[in-house]
Structures are given as structure tokens and as C-alpha cells.
């Protein structure tokens, strides 16, 4: 969602992000100015190391395009990391039920099923 917001930059989460390595977000920015300033602060910055900009300045349907695009391998991956204790490393099984339900839902709607 933009929120009002109409510039629209998509980014992949990168190898630092683990398990969510390959994932695509988009989010928008008021302009392209705003998205620069933020891009150039100390959380820009910081949240850069996490996540590259893949495209900037598209459309709602290109951000939905991409989001689409991800393998299913990585939400899958994405959804067992997220279900992983990370101080124990063990997969917490009541956990991996919600996060499978979610990850289902978000991969039949990113497939237009939904």
C-alpha cells in the first residue's frame, strides 16, 4: 500500500537477511526527493545493508509484478526462518503451522488465485 505516497521503490532483501534472502517488498515514498533523503540518513543507510533497491519510480502494477516474481523456494525458506527459534536454532512446530498458513495465503495471492 502507498498510502498516498506515489513513489514507489521495490528492494530484495540481500544474503544478510538469512532466510529471507530473495524476498521482494515495495513501499512509497512522497516523492523522489523524500526517498533520496531517507536513502542518504543513518536508517537509510542502515536499512540498505539489509535490503537493495531493485527498481525505483514504478508503477503499483510493476511493485505487484515483482512481489510476484519470487520463487516459492524463498518464501518457503523466508517461512521456516521466521518459525526458527533464534537462539535455539530448533523449529518451533506451532509456530511453522501459522507461518505455513500465512506463506500459503501470500503465494496463492502473489499467483492471482486469491
Same mark, same amino acid.
Given at each position: 500500500?502507498?498510502?498516498g505516497n ?17 524476498? *521482494? ?28 533497491? =531493485?527498481?525505483?519510480? *514504478? ?16 518464501? *518457503? ?29 501470500? *503465494?496463492?495471492?502473489?499467483?492471482? =488465485?486469491?
Amino acid at each position: 500500500m502507498t498510502n498516498g505516497n506515489e513513489y514507489l521503490v521495490a528492494f530484495k532483501r540481500t544474503e544478510a537477511t538469512g532466510g529471507y534472502r530473495g524476498i *521482494i517488498t515495495w513501499t512509497g515514498w512522497p516523492s523522489k526527493a523524500e526517498f533520496d533523503a531517507w536513502r542518504g540518513s543513518p536508517d537509510g543507510k542502515e536499512a540498505l545493508k539489509m535490503e537493495e533497491v =531493485l527498481e525505483e519510480g *514504478i508503477t503499483k502494477e510493476r511493485a505487484l509484478e515483482l512481489v510476484r516474481s519470487v520463487p516459492i523456494e524463498c518464501r *518457503i525458506t523466508a517461512a521456516m526462518e521466521e518459525a526458527t527459534d533464534p537462539e535455539t536454532g530448533k523449529l518451533n512446530r506451532e509456530r511453522m503451522h501459522f507461518v505455513a498458513q500465512k506463506t500459503s495465503w501470500v *503465494i496463492l495471492h502473489s499467483l492471482g =488465485l486469491m
